[in-house]
């Protein structure tokens, strides 16, 4: 599967009427984790780069839900670029991804839906240790 099949990008349904719009988000039914913690991010400038690490458990769905924001995905190989502009769309992040956030709008709040409780040593935040990580994976799954 390639990196764009496997991040996914997710439309939720709207749920709304002449009130205004309403979406939900099920765990184990519109995304594919039962949601174990929930973060948002806001107030970041256009110039700071979030993220830039990999988390070995964790997975995430990543929602604007207000403004605009960008989300650079690796695997070490191949590249992929959301842009996240709608409350509406997110995507999914399995676990081993490399994963950078950025160019927010001074409007922007992310939404993170995550997998599992927070545990620091779960996270890669070294470019040259995942490289690493993901070549020895590699090498076992070939
Ligand atoms: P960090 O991982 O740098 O955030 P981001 O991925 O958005 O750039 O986290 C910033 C700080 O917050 C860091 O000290 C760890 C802490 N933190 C928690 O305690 N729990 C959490 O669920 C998250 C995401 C971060």
């Not at 839900?65 to 650079?72: H, L, P």
């Not at 956030?101 to 939404?111: N, R």
Request: include cysteine; charged fraction near 30%; aromatic fraction near 12%.
């Amino acid at each position: 599967m390639t990196l764009k099949e496997r991040c996914r990008i997710l439309q939720f349904d709207d749920l709304g009427d002449e009130r205004g719009k309403l979406v939900v988000i099920e765990g184990g039914e519109s995304i594919p984790f039962e949601v174990k913690r929930v973060f948002y991010i806001y107030d970041s400038d256009a110039s700071v780069i979030r993220g830039q690490h990999a988390n070995v458990e964790s997975e995430f769905v990543l929602i604007n839900v207000a403004g605009q924001s960008k989300v650079r995905l690796t695997d070490g190989l191949e590249e992929f670029i959301v842009e996240l502009n709608r409350p509406m769309m997110g995507v999914y992040i399995p676990r081993l991804i490399w994963k950078d956030m950025y160019d927010f709008s001074p409007d922007s709040v992310l939404l993170v839906l995550a997998s599992t409780h927070y545990d620091g040593k779960e996270y890669v935040r070294n470019y040259e240790d995942y490289l690493k990580k993901m070549e020895e994976n590699r090498k076992w799954h070939v």
